[in-house]
């Protein structure tokens, strides 16, 4: 009886590696041809000199819009004209503000229209930054192998690159069927409201409805997912949300001369400890399953086996992902713990010590949900909980299963040839969560290579692009504007 209670558990056993197993071995790649069309010719030494060009104009923006320098603005936009006059003759212009709007009309009236968009208002550098960059970040320095300065990534790359490449096809005589609108905002960095917003609305006015957008957001990621040799493209298809509380303990202020046995300071301690222990939950699904499952078919086989498996290993995945400050933002919302304050003396209890923490939405959450989340973890009646403000919800979930989405990943594809592609979660903010309320589906990538060590360079030191990625990168918008409008 015995043994045939053995035989049966390991033929079970036997059974169950191999569903394991085999499906580790069919968990491949699509197999795409990557045939890299020959490589377009480009004015290399034009392009090049306009991102550096570009860079040199100080577009910074300011949380107070009284303190832009609209000056400068005006004079990058004045410098745009004239050194994209072929453009501004072919396309319609309308500005909002300092946010520039380009119209290509299509032929084909009856098809939505497409937007490709980037900002040109860049964020400000350290007083000190002369000392600490290795070229001056408004300098536009090119040497043998990069682009130097303040939005060589962020997002003037994006903005000359998107140009560069409608230039090249009015060049080539290209006649979109599609219309295509080009949009260029000043405001970005500070939220987007007066360029991306009033640009949103103008197009809703015209009854326009967009069929997809492309803004920034990932990068082709070389080097940056742990596992993985080949280059990714991650193309964001939502945003995160924001939400910002307060945590308040509240104890007997005085003298510290006779504390009682708790202070504000205390209970306060306890639950930002407890907040911290106690992630809001998240898991593998919807966008970060989109991702994993798109790149873990390229992983060794020990990680096929689990991502093949979600099944069995879906609890150790989540506690592994969960671990690595990146991948954890992808799966959940986030929780900061960010500022604190209490008594300024150094002998008098505080009656209240205020804990700020910051979160970040993912798609499912919102903010009532993460208040509630916190209340009940918390569970004291010494702690107050209450929102700085009402929030932002994240932006909607765009589908990956489109053709605006195809177009963007074929065309990165053509030029950089055997990458991975696979759908993401923006972290940060874009001015896409306005475009997106005109659009059917938004997209947010930057269609250049970006390594680890050029990653620090976004809204940090040192900020530059290679001259070649820069270059393929306009070769890409190339593609994605020819196919996106054909
Ligand atoms: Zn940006």
Do not use: C
């Not at 069309?37 to 040199?56: F, H, P």
């Not at 290509?104 to 400000?124: A, C, E, K, M, R």
């Not at 002998?347 to 903010?367: C, K, Q, Y």
Request: proline residues 4%.
């Amino acid at each position: 009886m015995a043994r045939k209670l053995l035989n049966y558990f390991l033929i079970a056993l036997g059974l169950l590696l191999s569903v394991i197993l085999v499906r580790a071995y069919l968990h491949q790649p699509d197999s795409y041809e990557t045939k890299i069309e020959g490589r377009l010719v480009l004015d290399e030494t034009k392009a090049i000199e306009n991102l550096s060009k570009s860079i040199q104009f100080k577009t910074i923006s300011h949380p107070d819009y009284e303190k832009f320098d609209y000056d400068e603005f005006q004079r990058f936009l004045d410098w745009l004209e004239k050194e994209y006059s072929q453009v501004f003759k072919n396309l319609e212009k309308k500005y909002l503000g300092n946010t520039l709007l380009l119209k290509w009309q299509g032929d084909d009236f009856s098809l939505n229209p497409i937007l490709l968009t980037g900002h040109y208002d860049v964020v400000p550098v350290k007083a000190n930054a002369i000392n600490v960059w290795q070229e001056d970040p408004f300098s536009g320095k090119i040497d043998s192998e990069y682009i130097w300065g303040r939005g060589a990534l962020d997002d003037k790359s994006g903005v000359i690159a998107i140009l560069e490449a409608v230039d090249y096809l009015l060049d080539k005589s290209f006649k979109p069927q599609r219309t295509v609108y080009l949009s260029f905002g000043h405001d970005e960095e500070i939220g987007g409201r007066r360029g991306a917003g009033k640009v949103t609305e103008f197009l809703i006015d015209q009854d326009v409805e967009l069929e997809w957008t492309l803004d920034e957001g990932s990068f082709l990621l070389k080097d940056i997912i742990p596992g993985v040799n080949k280059p990714v493209a991650v193309i964001n298809v939502a945003e995160k949300g924001s939400l910002t509380i307060q945590v308040i303990g509240k104890a007997e202020g005085g003298h510290s001369s006779m504390p009682s046995s708790k202070s504000s300071i205390g209970y306060l301690s306890e639950a930002l400890l407890k907040l911290e222990d106690n992630p809001i939950p998240g898991r593998l699904e919807g966008i970060s399953l989109g991702l994993f499952d798109e790149v873990s078919k390229q992983m060794p086989f020990q990680y096929k086996i689990l991502f093949a498996n979600l099944w069995l290993f879906e609890p150790l995945i989540n506690s592994i992902l969960s671990d690595s400050p990146t991948m954890n933002a992808v799966i959940r919302t986030t929780t900061a713990p960010t500022m604190l304050s209490a008594s300024n003396r150094l002998n008098v209890l505080a009656s209240e010590a205020i804990g700020t923490v910051n979160f970040r939405l993912h798609p499912r959450d919102n903010p009532e949900s993460i208040v509630n989340y916190v209340k009940d973890l918390i569970g004291n009646k010494n702690i107050e909980v209450k929102k700085l403000s009402a929030g932002t919800l994240a932006s909607s979930v765009s589908d990956w299963n489109t053709d605006g989405y195809r177009v963007i990943s074929n065309s990165v594809r053509e030029v950089y040839g055997d990458i991975i592609v696979a759908p993401g979660l923006m972290v940060g903010g874009s001015d896409s969560k306005h475009y997106a309320k005109a659009a059917k589906n938004s997209y947010r990538f930057n269609p250049f290579p970006l390594s680890a060590n050029e990653l620090s360079g976004l809204h940090g030191v040192d900020e530059r692009i290679k001259k070649n990625d820069f270059l393929n990168g306009i070769r890409s918008y190339i593609g994605i504007i020819k196919s996106g409008a054909e």
